[in-house]
């Protein structure tokens, strides 16, 4: 069993729905949380990042995390279709001044206009 | 605001040749590390460097070298390249603290 799972989708909604992005994992020594966006051959940029339970709201963007049940989401209200790329969770721990960082392994998401 | 920069872009090398993935950052950060990203298998760690000096390897560590040469630059070897290593490969790197990594743009590599 993979850490953390992730939906790889291919998810499809049209522009200005609202998108739910999830993740489980099974490691409680997770401390913090991430989601990163991946555009189609960039890398991967940090988006959202959170250390506690509850919600983190950025814009358009909710951020999360129910430590109970290990599991975090990701919400995008309105939609756009710049919004469409690869998402991928991401849960990290603090080991001797290194942060080490363990990914979901993405959802392809894309916004039709 | 360079960030994290990762040479080649592209890269086509024939089954046995070696080369060298080239990786500088300008954030004065303390690790660095280097992925491979392949379809289905999502972003997985092949070695990194918590700080000047040192190297471990991660999950997928067969078949690479890396080289810390500073504090700026982390470089991937591939010393005889096989078709199992066509990739997409991302150098990061982190501050060491909890602020997450910052990525370079990837370097496409196919082994023919």
């Known amino acids: 069993q993979k850490e953390v799972e992730q939906d790889p989708g291919p998810l499809s909604v049209p522009e200005g729905a609202i998108v739910s992005l999830n993740c489980t994992y099974s490691?409680?020594?997770?401390?913090?949380f991430m989601w990163y966006r991946q555009y189609s051959r960039k890398g991967p940029e940090l988006l959202m990042y959170t250390y506690s339970s509850g919600n983190k709201e950025d814009g358009r963007f909710t951020a999360q995390v129910d430590k109970s049940s290990k599991y975090i989401s990701l919400f995008i209200r309105d939609s756009q279709p710049s919004d469409s790329a690869t998402y991928l969770c991401a849960m990290s721990v603090l080991d001797f001044g290194n942060e080490k960082l363990t990914f979901g392994t993405g959802t392809r998401l894309t916004i039709i206009p | 605001n360079a960030g994290v920069t990762q040479t080649p872009k592209f890269q086509v090398l024939k089954t046995g040749q070696s080369m060298t993935l080239q990786c500088a950052q300008d954030m004065n950060h303390n690790s660095m590390y280097w992925y491979r990203q392949d379809p289905g298998m999502g972003l997985r760690l092949i070695y990194y460097s918590a700080s000047e000096g040192t190297t471990d390897k991660g999950e997928v560590p067969n078949g690479y070298n890396v080289s810390r040469l500073n504090k700026r630059e982390f470089s991937l070897r591939l010393e005889s390249a096989a078709p199992s290593q066509t990739s997409v490969y991302f150098c990061?790197?982190?501050?060491?603290?909890?602020?997450?990594?910052?990525f370079g743009s990837g370097t496409r590599l196919t082994v023919v």
């Open positions: 490691n409680s020594a997770f401390q913090y």
């Open positions: 990061a790197s982190s501050p060491g603290t909890a602020d997450g990594y910052t």
